[in-house]
Each structure stands twice: as structure tokens, then as C-alpha cells.
């Protein structure tokens, strides 16, 4: 069956089905919904309906004698009824007063967030940091820490302050580390890392004769962070005791493996990181997101960073009942929030 088959009164009582599941987490038998439906309607109808809604893949019915309950097909179709209505996003979020993002250290405004998320949704909150290499700077420094790792502190255009060591094989003095940075600073303010490497790549043969080998090496350094940055993400995670509390919602080897990969922190960034997309609001429920660790979870995420620029993603991971009416405008919510921080629009 096709959805767009599907009659405006199909639609109606697969979404009472779902509120009921989302609600309750049980199934609901024909004569349970015939008595919720707002409109006349008999209970031979509703049973037809249900028959089709479940002979299409929409509704499973666990045992023999028990109602039904969605499958991930039918609580798919229910949150894309939740866009279509309008009630997300766009629906006003009364966040608590105590919500601030006023930090200046960039990491704990991103850890911030993601107890936010984990708070005030009741589930798993994360937030996918940004590769520095693609932020907006206004100042940016070079500090030798040993011999060959380098600690780069960049204060971005809206003052947020980020610290990231750095492995390099390639040799600098603290001298050249230095003037390094102020060449930088003094060409590139407001630019970022990928657009001070790729200038340079471009205009090398003008800064050869007065820095001689010093922008080789830097150019050398930038590649080289930056390619390093590309296999990595950093990912703030906080909340994960109320998934454990909700272990009769999941299968317990999948949590199992689900929190095994919390601790592998960089695997469950990388998988992550792969659905940033233009979408305002995300929600991949269940197997739609193809890793099987989370196959019994859903994924409600958004982007954040500039208008012009995605830097990051955030959002909420929980199991298939969750309550996407109140948790999809919440992280819009704190996505738009995050990004105007960022952007110094507050």
C-alpha cells in the first residue's frame, strides 16, 4: 500500500494506534480505539482497517489474541504526519530560565548542551563537536609542548575559546611556532585553518623568499592536522543512566553493545556524524538508521553552526517509543539556540 493511498481516516486511526503505543507501549485491540476515535465509526470498520493497516506492513500484531502496535514503517509514517501538521518544528519550547549558553570555553558550552538535551528530554542527549579547522577565528596561537606536539588555542569571532593538542612529526621551535601564529593572525582574522591552508597552498611561491622554510612546514603542519581532524570527532554525551533505566524498551545485548560503543567514544562520533544534513530536524527511527547497535532506538538530531556553514550536529538518542511530539521542537530548539551562540546573535 502505498501512502499516498492511504484515506485521510487510515491515517487517523494508525496515528491513535501510535499515541497509544508511545503512551502506554502496548497493543490496542479494535474496540479499544473504536471508543477513541472522535468521529462515528464501526467497529467492523476499525477492524477492517487495522487488518489492511497490518497486512501493509503499518501495525504487527505480537500474539494471536493481543491488539496491535506500529512497526517502524507505521511510527515513520506517524512522525512524518507530526511535519506535515505542523506541529514541528516551529512549536514554541519553553526552556528552563537556567538555560544559558554564556560560556566562553567552547568545549563546556557543547558539554552544557548535551546535559541540556539529556535533562529536559528524559534520554541520551549528545552534541558532535566541530573540526576546529572549520571555525572562524579571531586569534589563534601555536604553544610547543614537547618536541613534537603543539597545543593550538583559537579564540573564535564570537570570543568562544577552543584548546586542542596536536601529534605533528614535523619540528618547530617555539620561536617559529610564534611567528607562525602572528602571520596568521595578522592575514587570516576571521578566516578559518582549511582557508589559511589551501591560500597558502595556492600562493606558495610569494612567501618562499622572506619565510623560507617556515611556511612549507606550516603548510605541512595544517595539512596534516587537518587530514588527522577528518578521521576524528569529538562527541559530549551525557544522560546515559536513563537509558539503563529504560532497559525493559530495549533488547539488553543490543544495550549492551550500545554502551560499549559510549565508551569507544570516537566509533559512535564517526557513525554519527554521517547524518548531518540540511534537515532543520532529523528522526531515524530503528533500523532506518542501518547500525544494528541501535536498531531498537530512534535518532532525533539537528544541525548547528553558522548560516552559512553546518559545524556540528546534536540531538537525542532514545528508544522507538519516545515522545517525538515534545522531543523533536526540543532540539530544534536547542539547535537554533546553540547556532545563534555561536554566531554571536543572542
Known amino acids: 500500500m502505498r501512502v499516498s493511498s492511504l484515506r485521510e481516516k487510515d491515517k487517523q486511526i494508525l496515528n491513535l494506534i501510535t499515541e497509544h503505543y508511545l503512551k502506554i507501549g502496548k497493543p490496542i485491540s479494535s474496540g479499544s480505539i473504536t471508543q477513541k476515535i472522535p468521529f462515528p465509526v464501526s467497529p467492523a470498520t476499525v477492524r477492517n482497517i487495522m487488518n489492511k493497516l497490518e497486512q501493509h506492513g503499518y501495525l504487527f500484531q505480537p500474539h494471536t489474541s493481543a491488539g496491535r502496535i506500529p512497526t517502524d514503517k507505521g511510527l515513520r509514517l506517524y512522525v512524518n504526519s507530526l511535519f506535515e501538521e505542523a506541529v514541528v518544528p516551529g512549536r514554541k519550547v519553553e526552556l528552563p530560565e537556567n538555560f544559558s549558553l554564556d560560556q566562553s570555553d567552547f568545549n563546556v558550552l557543547l558539554s552544557q548542551v548535551s546535559k541540556i538535551l539529556a535533562e529536559h528530554s528524559d534520554n541520551l542527549g549528545f552534541v558532535l563537536s566541530p573540526r576546529i579547522s572549520r571555525i572562524d577565528f579571531r586569534h589563534i596561537r601555536f604553544i610547543k609542548v614537547s618536541e613534537f606536539k603543539v597545543m593550538i588555542i583559537l579564540i573564535t569571532t564570537s570570543n568562544f575559546v577552543i584548546n586542542e593538542f596536536f601529534q605533528t612529526n614535523i619540528y618547530f621551535t617555539q620561536l617559529e611556532l610564534e611567528k607562525a601564529s602572528q602571520y596568521i593572525n595578522q592575514n587570516f582574522r576571521g578566516k578559518n585553518l582549511s582557508f589559511v591552508r589551501d591560500y597558502l597552498l595556492q600562493e606558495l611561491p610569494k612567501f618562499k623568499v622572506r619565510y623560507e622554510s617556515l611556511i612549507d612546514r606550516l603548510i605541512a603542519f595544517l595539512k596534516s592536522y587537518i587530514t588527522q581532524e577528518e578521521n576524528e570527532n569529538q562527541i559530549f554525551l551525557q544522560g546515559a543512566p536513563k537509558l539503563l533505566e529504560k532497559h525493559d524498551l530495549f533488547d539488553m545485548?543490543?544495550?549492551?553493545?550500545?554502551?560499549?560503543?559510549?565508551?569507544?567514544?570516537?566509533?559512535?562520533?564517526?557513525?554519527?556524524?554521517?547524518?548531518?544534513?540540511?534537515?532543520?530536524?532529523?528522526?531515524?527511527?530503528?533500523?532506518?538508521?542501518?547500525?544494528?547497535?541501535?536498531?531498537?532506538?530512534?535518532?532525533?538530531?539537528?544541525?548547528?553552526?553558522?548560516?552559512?556553514?553546518?559545524?556540528?550536529?546534536?540531538?537525542?538518542?532514545?528508544?522507538?517509543?519516545?515522545?517525538?511530539?515534545?522531543?523533536?521542537?526540543?532540539?530544534?530548539?536547542?539547535?537554533?539556540?546553540?547556532s545563534q551562540a555561536i554566531s554571536n546573535k543572542q
Request: glycine share 6%; aromatic share 6%; hydrophobic share 40%.
Open 253 to 338: 545485548e543490543k544495550l549492551k553493545t550500545l554502551f560499549q560503543n559510549f565508551e569507544e567514544k570516537a566509533k559512535l562520533a564517526k557513525l554519527l556524524s554521517d547524518f548531518i544534513s540540511l534537515e532543520r530536524v532529523k528522526v531515524l527511527i530503528g533500523s532506518e538508521a542501518n547500525i544494528p547497535d541501535i536498531s531498537d532506538c530512534s535518532l532525533i538530531l539537528s544541525h548547528y553552526g553558522y548560516q552559512s556553514q553546518i559545524l556540528g550536529s546534536l540531538g537525542i538518542i532514545g528508544p522507538k517509543r519516545i515522545p517525538y511530539k515534545k522531543i523533536i521542537p526540543l532540539v530544534d530548539s536547542v539547535a537554533n539556540r546553540l
